[in-house]
């Protein structure tokens, strides 16, 4: 058997659901909420980071970068989190030659995100 490459290994799941249970202590009402809150803000915040990707304004991303990396923190979605803090670290360079490409791995991963959370409080 050859070793596998990085390539091959699955994806790391988009939101560590351990985790946010431990997060919510087990309060389904409140997991709800705190999904669904999640769910409703992304996109808007989606909207303000194309504009300033738009824009080149390297403040406005970096800032909504990093209050996006918080709203992951707190949903433990933990590659979301990490593509935007990166993002943050980048924009903090002021090199914005990457920004689409960044745009581009964080609405495909947000994507992934909110088809885990949504099935999530599906089942709730």
Same mark, same amino acid.
């Given at each position: 058997?050859?070793?596998?490459?990085?390539?091959?290994?699955? =994806?790391?799941?988009?939101?560590?659901?351990?985790? +946010?249970?431990?997060?919510? &202590?087990? &309060?389904?009402?409140?997991?709800?909420?705190?999904?669904?809150? @999640?769910?409703?803000?992304? =996109?808007?915040?989606?909207?303000?980071?194309?504009?300033?990707?738009?824009?080149?304004?390297?403040?406005?991303?970096?800032?909504?970068?990093?209050? +996006?990396?918080?709203?992951?923190?707190?949903?433990?979605?933990?590659?979301?989190?990490?593509?935007?803090?990166?993002?943050?670290?980048?924009?903090?360079?002021?090199?914005?030659?990457?920004?689409?490409? @960044?745009?581009?791995?964080?609405?495909?991963? @947000?994507?992934?995100?909110?088809?885990?959370?949504?099935? +999530?409080?599906?089942? +709730?």
């Amino acid at each position: 058997m050859g070793t596998t490459s990085l390539k091959e290994s699955p =994806p790391e799941p988009p939101v560590d659901i351990d985790a +946010l249970h431990k997060i919510t &202590d087990g &309060d389904e009402e409140f997991l709800q909420e705190l999904v669904q809150l @999640f769910l409703d803000d992304v =996109p808007g915040r989606l909207i303000k980071l194309h504009a300033a990707v738009t824009n080149a304004s390297a403040p406005e991303i970096k800032s909504e970068a990093h209050g +996006l990396k918080g709203s992951c923190g707190n949903l433990s979605a933990k590659g979301m989190q990490k593509l935007m803090a990166e993002m943050e670290r980048v924009a903090a360079t002021d090199d914005l030659t990457k920004m689409p490409k @960044f745009i581009a791995e964080v609405e495909e991963e @947000f994507a992934r995100v909110r088809t885990v959370l949504e099935k +999530l409080i599906n089942k +709730l």
